[in-house]
């Protein structure tokens, strides 16, 4: 890597150091810590939400998933475009209306509180501890391929800098960094598309046709199955993706940090926006890569084979299109999307286990303030360590498929308990603890049996549960357990 190119991503390391600062110097009570003191208007608090959406493996991750496999990417950008505007139409306004910090204060405010929010927490934990291992997986391999250090190195500097950024500004220095990082994105990723377009004359179809002739598969490129041979894997992929952005409980945090439930529906609609937006430049990006970057001595090892793998599409093509100090500009970015999203994620859990857990079950309300923020900053400090420790094992797997893995967590459990819980009076605390818990187990369990986890993570030769992502199944369940148990309940018994 130049020293353009390094000096270039530390200088914003610096910048985003600088931010955590002065975020520091405002953090001061438990409002501040969860949820910014609500004082973030609707455009920044869109730009962080956008943040979060696009992570390292909306970025990364998608961008080599249309470079490998073409067509079959098309699951992954539609499911996420879909989860938000289910966000914006459904959940936003209700979801700031009801609650202070956590998704759980919403299920709260009409059922019984300790079960509900001990449910909370399971959930929130079992969804960010996979989404953060996708995380660092991309943070290992783009240090190790920029940087010359190794895979376990970039990892530790991605779990130290997150541990400064969430212990020391909270969310106000999370939503910053997300809003710093959106706008650098969002201009990297444009001057990197509308490179690519230059390279064909301006023209896509002269783009898509390049495409096809470079590429080993051809024709194929354009037709469903290059990643999934069968249609029932492609549309768990597209409803993962869609009810699980809308259930993931660090995203559903960014609401509470608007003032009003206008402002956080108007934030959703920016978000939708600009993700909608991204998208089409990621396909063109990973299009571009099949054009320019398959077999090229500088970037491939053969075929679509590159160097660093497939993650490393977008910043190969930065290479190519703006030499190394845009590639560095680009590598800065992804990292700092890395670092805010891991941010985000770690503050969701940190409030789960300090306030829904804490805060709300132990002390039953009547915390002393001081003690839940030293808890929340410990709870931040161990789920790093935890997702350093995990993320070494899923060394060289595209992160796009892995983040889904929180997201079908997510859809099975919380997604089902919002939607009861905002549209139907007739959802009981026994009938959310039995969809709630029924979701989760099932899909933790099938995820574990399925290809990820029984096969590349343990080291069988073939899965028990033959698809990567469960949703389809225990999606289903949790939202008939939740009906089920809940019109068994004697009408006596329901809170309201």
């Not at 590159?306 to 800065?332: E, K, Q, R, S």
Request: aromatic residues 12%.
């Amino acid at each position: 890597m130049s020293h353009v190119a390094a000096w270039t991503f530390l200088l914003f390391v610096a910048a985003t150091l600088f931010i955590t600062a002065w975020a520091a110097r405002r953090t001061r009570s438990r409002e501040d810590f969860y949820a910014a003191g609500s004082r973030i208007t609707w455009t920044q608090n869109g730009l962080a939400i956008f943040g979060d959406a696009m992570s390292a493996a909306a970025f990364l991750g998608l961008t080599g998933l249309f470079f490998l496999v073409g067509y079959d990417g098309l699951y992954f950008s539609l499911g996420l475009v879909l989860g938000w505007a289910m966000m914006l139409l459904l959940i936003a306004e209700r979801l700031r209306g009801l609650g202070s910090y956590t998704f759980a204060d919403v299920l709260a405010a009409r059922l019984e509180q300790v079960p509900i929010r001990k449910l909370a927490v399971f959930i929130t934990l079992a969804a960010a501890v996979p989404y953060l291992i996708a995380q660092m997986v991309a943070a290992g391999a783009l240090v190790e391929a920029l940087f010359g250090l190794t895979y376990t190195q970039g990892v530790l500097i991605v779990g130290v800098l997150m541990t400064i950024y969430v212990t020391a500004g909270g969310m106000m220095a999370t939503t910053w960094v997300q809003i710093v990082k959106a706008a650098l994105l969002l201009f990297g990723a444009s001057v990197l598309t509308l490179g690519v377009l230059l390279e064909f004359g301006g023209s896509p179809g002269t783009l898509f046709g390049a495409a096809l002739d470079a590429h080993p598969s051809g024709s194929a490129l354009f037709r469903p199955g290059g990643l999934y041979s069968d249609p029932l894997s492609g549309a768990a992929v597209l409803v993962s993706l869609s009810a699980g952005t809308v259930g993931l409980p660090h995203v559903l945090m960014r609401f509470f940090t608007v003032p009003d439930p206008v402002q956080a529906r108007r934030s959703a609609m920016l978000a939708l926006g600009l993700v909608g937006a991204l998208q089409v430049m990621v396909l063109i990006m990973g299009l571009g890569g099949a054009a320019l970057l398959v077999g090229h001595p500088e970037y491939s090892k053969g075929g679509t084979s590159l160097v660093g793998g497939d993650n490393m599409t977008a910043i190969h093509l930065a290479h190519f299109i703006g030499g190394p100090a845009f590639m560095g500009f680009m590598a800065a970015v992804t990292f700092a999307t890395i670092l805010a999203v891991v941010s985000g994620l770690t503050i969701s859990a940190a409030a789960a286990v300090s306030h829904d857990f804490y805060s709300q079950v132990i002390c039953r309300g009547r915390s002393d303030e001081r003690r839940e923020l030293v808890l929340s900053r410990v709870t931040a400090l161990a789920l790093g360590t935890i997702a350093v420790l995990l993320s070494i094992r899923f060394q060289g797997v595209n992160v796009g498929l892995l983040a889904v893995l929180p997201m079908a967590i997510a859809a099975s459990s919380s997604f089902p308990l919002l939607i009861l819980a905002m549209y139907w009076k007739g959802l009981t605390t026994r009938g959310a603890l039995a969809g709630g818990y029924g979701g989760l187990v099932a899909s933790v369990v099938l995820i574990i049996l399925g290809p990820y986890v029984w096969v590349q993570f343990l080291g069988f030769e073939k899965p028990v549960f033959p698809y990567a992502y469960p949703t389809l199944f225990s999606m289903p369940l949790a939202f008939f357990l939740a009906v089920w148990f809940s019109r068994g309940e004697k009408e006596g018994s329901r809170q309201q």
